[in-house]
């Protein structure tokens, strides 16, 4: 079992900066795929962007690609969402996971974490 917490979300304006943060705790942690999904109000949940277990290789959404950048401390348990130049269309509730293989796909991630709301306002 492996628990995920989410943190750093809240209300910002358009063009600013947030770090989301994920810890997790419980079975090992450092060999799991991790990801980023969202999910904004009346939309399905997506991806937003993927790190393997050893940080070689990341995936971002077309729409975050040039303004996101996810990181992980292995050490620490930790990963990391640096999100800048937040459009309101970024707004959703963020969710962390993880995933047993390296896999950009929802369905092959076995934990999540319970969000952490961005709100961007024009």
């Known amino acids: 079992q492996v628990q995920l917490v989410e943190s750093g979300g809240g209300l910002v304006q358009a063009g600013d900066s947030l770090r989301l943060s994920c810890a997790a705790s419980?079975?090992?942690?450092?060999?799991?795929?991790m990801g980023w999904f969202r999910q904004a109000p009346g939309k399905e949940r997506e991806f937003v962007s993927g790190?393997?277990?050893?940080?070689?290789?990341?995936n971002y959404a077309d729409s975050v690609w040039d303004r996101f950048t996810i990181s992980r401390d292995n050490d620490k348990r930790i990963m990391y969402l640096h999100m800048n130049s937040l459009k309101p269309e970024d707004t959703a509730v963020y969710y962390c996971?993880?995933?047993?293989?390296?896999?950009?796909?929802?369905?092959?991630?076995?934990?999540w974490g319970q969000g952490t709301q961005v709100t961007v306002s024009s």
């Open positions: 996971a993880i995933a047993p293989v390296t896999s950009w796909d929802s369905r092959h991630y076995l934990y």
């Open positions: 790190i393997n277990w050893r940080g070689t290789s990341t």
């Open positions: 419980g079975r090992t942690f450092s060999i799991y795929t």
